[in-house]
């Protein structure tokens, strides 16, 4: 009996081994090393700036009073960090400092992970914050000035961020430093805990939710722009309505990039997290899914970084303000280096006039006699030393 168990177990090694070779004669590309890391760089690079650009646009005067610029606001900040984070954990890591860096103090092992760990939560639910903002708008417009409010939004963004901090604060009480690493307690219900706030919270959730938004949201646009091709009028109204659907459009699209982007790194670690559950020993799934996992984390990256080009692409209103807003700034700089040119030659201008007034009321001493301007000449008499 046991003999046969042990043939068993070596035939089940034996295919997995002659699986994995069949994945590596097929599967020639893979992103690894400073391939890897030159992937992140231009996505984190790219990204921050993307980011800070999109803060000012939606910090115009224009867009500021409008409840989605809050939210691409706040994801920009929150974007940013994830990508600086990321990237500074991978170069650690490929550099192998990664692990002497986190362990230097128990306090940094902790704040970090918590940080990280929280806007890998806080950004996907803000994307679907947006989403929900569009899907009130489009769906629900008599609600809209009620429902899409910038104070509304701010308190969201404010409710999402204490949500998300609270939701990964078991960083701050059981992570530790054990064996040279930074890791959680072994714990059977923080693991799992842990697995699913990864698989569901951070990416199966925020997924179905903005998949159903939208798919609701674009039906009602169809079939709001079906009907205004049927009974077409020439109306205020009509003009508006075309013109909130551009404004809603790039919006989606930011929404609908994101879902692209993110599903796929999810697909791949809800599929190892079942077979891992269900001990399938599938060895050629589990080492094409190790093998396709840093280009499905490459293209959950360029969730983070993709809002800005995408507005700028796909509407020219959002171009038109951004050349707005740049060249505004630009005439304000060149305002200023003026007016401080100006300023500078007043100022000379008038420390040379006083330099002459000076010399104007400046006596004069020749021989023993002491002699004064001409201009005090007729009030003052001459006065002779000595006398």
Known sequence: MTENLFNNDTLMEESIEEEVEDVNEWFHFQIQGKIYMTFILIIASLGVVGNVMSFILMSD???????????????????SLLLMMVTTEDTLDTYNYLQRF????????????????????????LVVALTLDR?????????????????????????????????????????????????????????????FQQLFLNSILPCVAVLILNIVTV???????????????????????????KITLPLLLVSIFAFVTLIPRAVTEFTEYVLGVLQEHDGMTMELANKLWPVFNVIY????????????????????????KLTCHHKDNRNTSSAQTQSSRMSSELSKISVFKMADSRPVTSGDTTLYSSSSMSSSPVTELGI
């Open 301 to 324: 990256l360029v969730n983070f970084a993709q809002n800005f080009y995408i507005l700028m692409a796909s509407s020219s209103e959002y171009r038109l303000i951004f050349r707005q």
């Open 219 to 245: 039906s009602r646009i169809r079939r709001s722009a079906y009907f205004r091709q049927q009974f077409k009028r020439s109306g205020s109204s009509e003009a508006t309505k075309e013109r909130q659907d």
């Open 102 to 125: 986190l362990v230097s103090h128990v306090t940094l092992c902790k704040m970090w992970t918590f940080f990280l760990a929280m806007t890998y939560t806080l950004s996907p639910w």
């Open 61 to 79: 005067a224009k867009l500021r009073s409008l409840a989605y610029s809050v939210y691409l606001r706040w994801m920009a900040v929150s974007d």
């Open 135 to 195: 899907f009130v708008c489009v769906v629900f417009p008599l609600s809209r000035h009620r429902l899409c409010t910038t104070s509304k939004a701010f308190k969201l963004c404010l409710t999402l961020t204490l949500i998300s901090a609270a939701l990964n604060v078991v960083s701050l009480i059981y992570l530790d430093i054990e064996d040279g690493e930074c890791i959680p307690s072994d714990n059977l219900h923080l693991s799992r805990y842990l697995v």
